[in-house]
């Protein structure tokens, strides 16, 4: 049987939670994708779309890691930065790329709202908020990204925001209207719900033991079956394995936390006036969100390169909390979990072909809700001879992530930018 879904509230406050089989004996197909996350889910489905028939093959369940973890919010980013970006492709390539995000944003709406997918509660906005008074920067950035892509992005001083947000930690922001925040949970499923009425056949408890992907014919082995077909993509994220070592290498496995409140719409309500999301400037930024209606406070932030106690990061999490709502001291914490998010030492998102017919798609960084929506629909558009655009990725390939010296690089790194977080805020 498959292993049960982590104790989260997603896995709490699921619509769907029919299981699905083991893979046995051997089975065809025109693709088999590794990973029943959401890269492995839309690259997947956007194949059955093509025509083709896909095996996706889950080692635990569906949206068993990261992609049923995560905040939930969605909105046109990487994580790696636009100047960083155009530093190694250029600029022209760079504004490509931002577009591919934005596309990504419409296209999560666009499957929601196709496929009726029940659960997925897409509320509008997100504030992205500054913990420093500064505003010259925020002005031009809004107005350049008007310029470059036509989304409009709206400023909010410090006033604005204490109408939204009963706190004094905020100086200036900006709120992103075509941003919205979802069940990420909820949604997934509902992709793979999809999926399978297209005809493709998704094996939970199903982890892939060993692969052969030279040659005209790909196999994956199971514990107790085998997948073959011409095609097998690799979408393992931050729960790769070493299955395939190039790509384990070129992965970090980087954990972040989230914690869930009570029931408590009065005391909520007397912090947050605002159905919207928040993002805070920091590096490893606070988000939180209002969820049913208003009646819970959902937190996540933090980050390590080794997955600690929830419970005990989760006192961290209240900590942010309280210093940013006082008068949040008394709502209660009912859930705390973590999960493990891939990154690459560039920062964005590997999405390319290892070798004829062998194709990966991974390291999402912390922003895959948007991003996986389109690189899985790039990816499948290659594999189905019907564009270019995986070339777009070309430039963020399989780069050697440091194994353990690039994990303390990492933890090192954090420690560095919350320090130069403490320092401008003061």
């Known amino acids: 049987m498959p292993l ?27 693709a088999i994708v590794v990973g029943g996350g959401l890269a492995g889910l839309i690259t997947a489905l956007e194949l059955a779309k093509g025509g083709l028939k896909p095996i996706v093959l889950e080692q635990h369940v569906v949206g068993w890691g990261a992609s049923g973890r995560n905040g939930g919010i969605v909105s046109p980013a990487f994580a790696c930065g636009a100047d960083a970006i155009a530093a190694r492709v250029g600029v022209p390539a760079a504004r490509a790329l931002h577009k591919l995000t934005i596309e990504g944003v419409a296209r999560v709406r666009g499957y929601i709202d196709d496929l009726g997918i029940s659960g997925a509660d897409p509320i509008p906005g997100l504030l992205n908020l500054r913990r420093f008074d ?29 109408e939204r947000l009963v706190s004094n930690r905020y100086y200036h922001g900006l709120v992103d209207a075509q941003a919205f925040h979802i069940h990420p949970l909820n949604y997934l499923r509902g992709l793979a719900a999809e999926l399978e009425r297209l005809g493709g056949r998704i094996y939970e408890g199903s982890a892939a033991g060993q692969v052969r992907f030279s040659g005209a014919e790909k196999s994956v082995k199971t514990a107790q079956g085998e997948a073959r077909a011409p095609r097998v993509v690799f979408a393992t994220g931050g729960y790769t394995g070493g299955l ?183």
């Open 134 to 162: 500064r505003s010259d920067d925020l002005h031009a950035y809004a107005a350049q990204f008007a310029d470059d892509f036509g989304y409009e992005l709206t400023y909010l001083n410090r006033a604005a925001i204490r």
């Open 4 to 30: 049960p879904y982590p104790a989260t509230y997603y896995a709490q406050s699921l619509n769907d939670s029919a299981a699905r089989p083991a893979l046995r004996g051997i089975e065809q197909a025109d």
């Open 244 to 426: 395939v070592p190039r790509l384990r290498r070129a992965v970090l496995p980087i954990a972040t936390y989230m914690m869930v409140s009570e029931v408590a719409p009065d005391l909520i309500a007397s912090a947050i006036r605002t159905r919207e999301a928040v993002l805070d400037d920091r590096r490893a930024s606070d988000y939180y969100r209002v969820i049913e209606g208003g009646n819970r406070l959902l937190w996540g932030g933090r980050i390590t390169t080794r997955a600690a106690d929830a419970a005990g990061v989760a006192q961290e999490l209240r900590r942010e909390m309280i210093g940013a709502f006082p008068q949040l001291a008394g709502l209660k914490t009912e859930l705390s979990w973590s999960g493990q998010m891939g990154y690459a030492r560039h920062l964005m998102p590997q999405v390319g072909m290892m070798e004829p017919g062998a194709w990966h798609i991974t390291a999402f960084g912390g922003h895959g809700l948007n991003t996986t929506a389109v690189a899985g629909k790039v990816l499948a558009e290659a594999i189905l001879g019907e564009s270019d655009r995986l070339a777009m990725f070309a430039g963020f390939g399989l780069d050697w992530a440091g194994g353990p010296l690039g994990l303390a690089a990492a933890q090192a790194t954090y420690w560095k930018l919350q320090l130069q977080d403490w320092w401008r805020e003061r």
